[in-house]
């Protein structure tokens, strides 16, 4: 019995650890986008939050794009669409006039230039007000990442961020998961 309490405070104390990063990803396709566009493009994006450190990491890579991208953002708070979030009119060096290709980069969100000025006036005037109605967005399922082409000038490709969850996460379900086979093969006996 004396294991499955310290298997359950250790899973709790796990649980108790800060988060600082969390993870966002999406699949980006045509049929994501609103409305919907007939795009033969693929890809994948990858969001990082880290609130300890006020990063955003933006990681994608994309294919099959029916003419050469114009620009790529995050636009953030509602659904089924909202204005870009982050800097405009793209990604510092996004790359432009390609079909096929991949990105990554890493802003600050307490630096005003990761962010759309009208978003950073709509968020109480400040980049940390940005930042947290950013991050409340991202959470509530209420961003998605961009591609635009020259063929679609409101958008190709579309990926909503979805949170994937941490290990702490795991570990506390297993923790718990484990209590709960522990007391049922207790109450067996």
Not at 54 to 63: D, E, I, K, R
Not at 104 to 118: I, R
Request: proline share 7%.
């Amino acid at each position: 019995m004396k294991h499955w309490v310290a298997l359950a405070l250790a899973g709790a104390a796990l649980a108790a650890a800060p988060a600082q990063a969390t993870v966002f990803t999406g699949s980006l396709t045509g049929t994501a986008e609103v409305p919907a566009n007939a795009s033969p493009g693929t890809g994948s994006v990858t969001v990082t939050v880290d609130t300890a450190a006020h990063t955003l990491a933006v990681q994608t890579t994309f294919s099959g794009l029916s003419a050469p991208t114009t620009i790529a953002h995050i636009h953030c708070c509602s659904t089924p669409t909202a204005s870009p979030a982050t800097m405009v009119p793209s990604f510092a060096g996004f790359p432009v006039g390609i079909t096929s290709g991949s990105y990554g980069m890493t802003f600050g969100m307490l630096d005003a230039a990761t962010w759309n000025p009208a978003f950073i006036t709509a968020s109480g005037g400040t980049a940390a007000g940005a930042e947290s109605a950013f991050i409340d967005g991202l959470m509530a399922g209420n961003a998605y990442f961009n591609i635009h082409t020259q063929a679609y000038p409101t958008g190709e490709l579309r990926a909503n961020l979805a949170p994937i969850p941490e290990p702490t996460s795991y570990a506390l379900f297993l923790a718990g998961l484990a209590a709960v086979g522990g007391i049922a093969a207790r109450r067996r006996r």
